[in-house]
């Protein structure tokens, strides 16, 4: 009985960490997206912010946020305390009974903070090829050692909207709409890439300089999303919980199939072409949807989800860049316009969750992180300014920041446009 | 007829083209090609060894055009690529002898 | 015991959703390896093509084309339903014994689903540069749906095929030599690509554009087929299936890289270059020829049959180009033609394969997809046509198909030739 | 109980397979990163190369490698025989005890063989650019099938340094700096590139070609220390085993994560700008640097650990471009000198060990691989010369090589500088 | 001496090029350049932004011949490039003073 | 003025550009182009199908100078540029009109 204790502990930490591994792949997947969608002059500097972010995501949440998010405090104000703790001993394990851990803590910590890291890239698309490098990763810094923890804190960690009943098996509001909002103040701050709206109105296009880098980022995200959706069932050492993995397997997979299929479709009859990168955005959208409960629909409602993701984010682009509101990567719509989407499908599937609950979680999670977001962007901007100036962003960032061209053999001057 | 060659940056391109277009112009051939003069390239630093940029990209848009067009059109270009700052680049005029258009074997000012 | 039975069910799913979840990552494996192979001006529509067709595969399957495959039929004609259903019961599990669920259904489902996807993107490669986007994707709609599930239900589903014996453990006919067979059919009818035959007999190179991709592609393929071979041993719960994954996965590997080293040998002896392009095709083609059985033959045995692998795809590359039969990656020699070199090693390891079970099998399942292919493909032409016009074919698919360019910044006029 | 024995035994075996691949998938990694951060000239040789040689150390590791490492011989001088044995028979696994097999020795071989290969894609990317692929593919026959499974032996197989407390948990020098030191001998018998030093001591810089590769392929082989690190621990199926995985799995990140953070502000005070390919050997240095212990430091420590590797990496850069040492990617920085920081940093950790014991371990590991790898280069180059002519180097090594280019449609006259 | 500069669709280069080495040209420089005329360029459509594509992928190939060459290749050319549609392109003539081949230090015809 | 045309070996680039600056060259422009000469193209086989390079990787160096300095920009040159081997290339003079600064609006000599 003890060994079997031992090797269901075992098999959950082994799950745990590779889910965790998979969404850490996540980052690589967001850096390839970015890198693939922006111009080739700002493409280096895409690279360095994304594959900093995720460390500093990591050091933070080390130091002090994962503290914050599953410590002990009120339900609104989190505890504050520094490290992360040791792990279980094998006598409380093979104590057995329901209190008994049955994974590993590290394990936990580690899944955990591949999250936070998820949060952040987000906001790093939708301020591409603008904004100060340093100044963003000091944002960084800010985002994933006390923003996230914080409202983190009042749903996974047990605060109050845990107690109001908010629903979100995986993070549609709490890891991506609440990058998506962080990601709008942001941008909102930052103003337009120049050249991006005419004076007259017009929007101009600003094609994405590597469309197979975009791809591939899309698949490193849709593979990763199985870890990000499967891991968070957080056991699977019974029968209902393989089940359950498995059906969160199979309905993230078919919402992401929907969304690219049903954005593809949209963007074939508004625009007279198949656009990929309306069908990446499809894809992506359909994962963001169905994150908010994988785990409980049919299939053929995970398809209507993702299916209605797909569509609504073509909408929502459009609709932002309308509104003058620029993002190169399509990020806001992606993550916050359909993450709320997905919010409000969970009322199709989840008995258990209310109109009231899943409303008091959106805008308490919007209003908490686009605020404190605006705050400390404009600190940011006072201390240090958050905008690189208009010499270096028609040359590109890559010379300015980082003082290298992502392929210097290849661009001529079409790149230094 | 004259060819110019007007060499100058890159970003300038399309208030170029527009302020062409309007006196009249119908054709144009842009190249990317990479500067050296005046504007000193910049010094780099990769993986810790210096090095010099010496090359700037720039682009170049020729444009074969009648004799009497020929004022216009320069001053036109210089008014659109100017920024007054050095690399701002050069025009330079060189005698055509003959042009033809492939597609009806037209000659001459006819040709462009 | 009844927990014991719990963990194991645990286990065995975990281990099918890890093995579909690599092989879902084959999809990104083919598309980067066709955008390798391909011209530039061909990229986009080449990248939609594949994340589509995975998309579509995925909806479809899970609409009709696992009842079929896996439902209630007669030894030919299989029984037709809509719909996975439901999973295991916690009763049914432990009640233990032989008939006793030992692993998630959904994970099944989920395992299998990937696998039309693998067949679909082989057809891919083969008509690419050439096929009108949504003419390709209909036809994916009809061989993810129909096709290939009736000939899965002939084998795996328990059909004719499996009651004569044919031995096919991962599919190098059922998915491989399948998905090559219905890309030679669409092949012919679509003709090569402009340019790639001159009027007197010459076989004119056509350099794929982006190498890199296509090495990239061909690793996570590698990869991928971990799971795409190590699952289909369908359990890993006790000593002698844990035993039996191990050598699949050892075989699996040395079966690919002997094939990449004997390819690469013998392009330096037949053209004096090392051709990657072909050590890339000599990896897969080792593959290919180990996954109709990875588990019984000796590591040695393994590297022959996938050296052999390695060899006879550059013959029968050279071979299909004589005879005009334009493959612009390979597909048709890697999956194709070493498929079928594969399932006849298969009688070097297997006691219980016979000669005329995999003749059956190769001679019923390339009838099936070459007829049944032929006809869907000629209908497809007569609804909406299956070639682009000439004009586009010169200019390039991804701004007729598409609407947008791959590396816009990048390439100047070769890129139109 | 058996029926518990044999699904430990399941469990083992499947997280060691699993680990097994995720190290074949560094492979991937070596080559995207060494293929970004050569010239495009050289593109083509560099992936050929690394696939190649990914392929031989799987077949050379299979025919001999292994029996070395791990046969019986005495505490220098290793045994020898041919081809990996079969596996574990159910009797032995079920009797239990402390001698019985708990996980499949072929999952072992495969765990093993891929570590090999890492050992030897150290080297590739130290000899980029101008050594003859044929002479390297010989070497690392040469250095796959002997040289390592020779000290492989007197380490973890068993022999003398294993006697004299040498601790090595994944391979910091067994496998890192051992790359590194044969990668070192290889540079100084070849000499550096044309055009990288100028004749007045002047160091160029020459860029690599492309940054999202490089990008791309720090995250693939961050992702597969996973496998590398985590697959160490050799078992997870307890708590004990499975909470030492789990610290393995977040150390590791965290190593990563500070190697980058702090290189990247390194390069921003010593150069003024964020010089991304600095930032990416960071991370691995990180990597690197934590491998030799990362089951026992504190969380703080391992990121103390990996921090340093990331300053020490850029230092070394600089240091051994002084030396006139060429090193396309830094892999003997990386590799080599944060290998040796690593070995040292046990000592805070691990009370096991002891200075003596690294000393000896180090300075073994490397006059072994330094001097017979020496001796290797030499034969070679006496044989068949190493080192491509003046005028291929200069038009680059993929047409004379490989007869393609890695982007036929991109580079203009840049490429061929 | 003269140097014809061509400029025409990319996918023509191979059939130009046969037909004047058939003539006897000896050499020829070829850049890819983007050329903007009366083919105008179209209107795409990038994620629901519409942009208008204006210049155009042609090659500029560039010939320097004898005097008395001119006519024929001129000919030979225009055959070669033509289509028939719009966007064909142009050969522009425009005099040489003179030619030296690095290699040996030749000037003039023989240059060439 | 003159301009000329250095089409050669990409590699030597540097070397030109030194030996010109130090005759007091202070502007240049670079193409990247593909030649076809005496210099013949290599064979290659790519998947078993043959197939001819034809065009080789060339720089294009035009730089526009007073008439004074042609002879000893082109010695210069040649020297620079020259291995001796085939392929080495060549360098065409033409006639310039006129000269214009952008950011002055110079003309003529004063404008190069
Ligand atoms: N003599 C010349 N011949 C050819 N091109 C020149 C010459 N002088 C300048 N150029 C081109 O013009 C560009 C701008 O010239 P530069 O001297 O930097 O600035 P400015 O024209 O403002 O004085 C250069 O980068 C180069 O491409
Ligand atoms: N006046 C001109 N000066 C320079 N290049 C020109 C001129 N007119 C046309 N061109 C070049 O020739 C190409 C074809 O010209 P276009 O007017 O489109 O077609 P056509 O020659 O068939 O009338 C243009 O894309 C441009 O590159
Ligand atoms: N008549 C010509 N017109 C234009 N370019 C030429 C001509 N002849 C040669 N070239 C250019 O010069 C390059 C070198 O010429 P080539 O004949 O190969 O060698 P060499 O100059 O040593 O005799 C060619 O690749 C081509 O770009």
Redesign the interface.
Known sequence: ME??L??????D??????S???V??M??GF??LE??MV??KN??EI??K???L???A??MY?IVGYNIMYGEGGSVIPGISF??GG????AD??AGGDGAPY?????D??FQ?VFVATAMSIISGAVAERMK??AFLLFAVILTGVLYPVHGYWTWGGGFLDELGYADYAGSGIVHMAGAAAALAGVIILAPRKGKYGPDGK???I???????A??G???L??GW?GFN?GSELK????????A???V??NT??A???G??FA?ITS?I???????????NG?LAGLVAITAEPSLP???LA?IIGALGGIIV?FS??GL?KLKIDDPV?AISVHGVVGVWGLMAVLFSNPDATLFGQLAGIGVIFAWMFGTGMAVWLIIKAIMGIRIDEEKE?QGMD?S????????????????? | MKKLEIITR??K?DEIKEALTSLGVRGMTLT???GFGRQHG?K???RGAEYQVDFL???KIEIVIDDDMLEKVIDAAVVAAKTGKVGDGKIFVYPVENAVRIRTGETGDKAI
Request: hydrophobic share 55%; charged share 10%.
């Open positions: 060994q079997l031992e090797l269901s502990y075992a098999l930490t082994f799950y745990f960490l590779l965790g591994m998979l850490m792949w980052a690589a850096t390839m890198a693939g111009r080739s493409t280096v690279l360095t994304n594959i900093a995720y460390s500093i990591c050091i080390m490290f992360v792990d279980n001993s094998v394990v093979v994974y590993s803590d590290i394990s910590f580690f903070v490098l340093w929007i101009n296009a094609p994405g300089a590597n469309m197979p880098l791809t591939l899309t698949f490193i849709w593979m199985f499967g699977i050492s019974d029968v209902e919980s393989a089940n993995v498995a059906m397997f199979a997979n078919l992401a199939a929907s690219m299929v593809l074939q508004m625009f007279g072409k198949a656009d990929l990168s309306m069908g990446l894809a049919s299939m053929p398809c073509i682009i459009i860049d399509g028609y010379m920041e980082c003082g290298m061209e992502a392929y210097p053999e290849f661009v001529g001057t079409k790149g230094s446009r | 890159p970003f391109v990317e090609v990479r910049h780099e630093v990769y990209s720039k682009v």
